[in-house]
């Protein structure tokens, strides 16, 4: 079940974006979902997931500027991304926790510019 994230974008350092990333309900319902990033020359890094009792967890690098939260009825996780610095353009990729190798999508491009 391949999970596609989408609402990437360019945007100014310093501005915001919110990503989102519907699934089936039995995936959503049955996993913690996650969300990865991939830079230029990177390797692909986790940045932030939540359980499916709305625990969160986030790399320190986006901590306290990133909000991840997740939609029962829309069976969507969302990413909220404040305070972007242009370190933070990616392409980013939502998937469960552990990721479903199938559930890589093309992602979505975010582009910060200083």
């Known amino acids: 079940v391949q999970l596609q994230a989408s609402g990437g974008g360019l945007v100014q350092a310093g501005g915001s974006l919110r990503l989102s990333c519907a699934t089936a309900?039995?995936?959503?319902?049955?996993?913690?979902m996650a969300w990865w990033r991939q830079a230029p020359g990177n390797e692909r890094e986790m940045i932030a997931d939540?359980?499916?009792?709305?625990?969160?967890w986030y790399k320190d690098s986006v901590k306290d500027r990133f909000v991840i939260s997740r939609d029962r009825d829309k069976n969507t996780v969302y990413l909220e991304m404040n305070s972007l610095k242009p370190e933070d353009t990616a392409v980013y990729y939502c998937?469960?926790?552990?990721?479903?190798?199938?559930?890589w999508g093309q992602g979505t491009l975010v582009t910060v510019s200083s």
């Open positions: 998937n469960t926790v552990p990721p479903l190798p199938a559930g």
């Open positions: 939540i359980s499916g009792r709305d625990i969160t």
């Open positions: 309900r039995i995936v959503f319902e049955g996993y913690s």
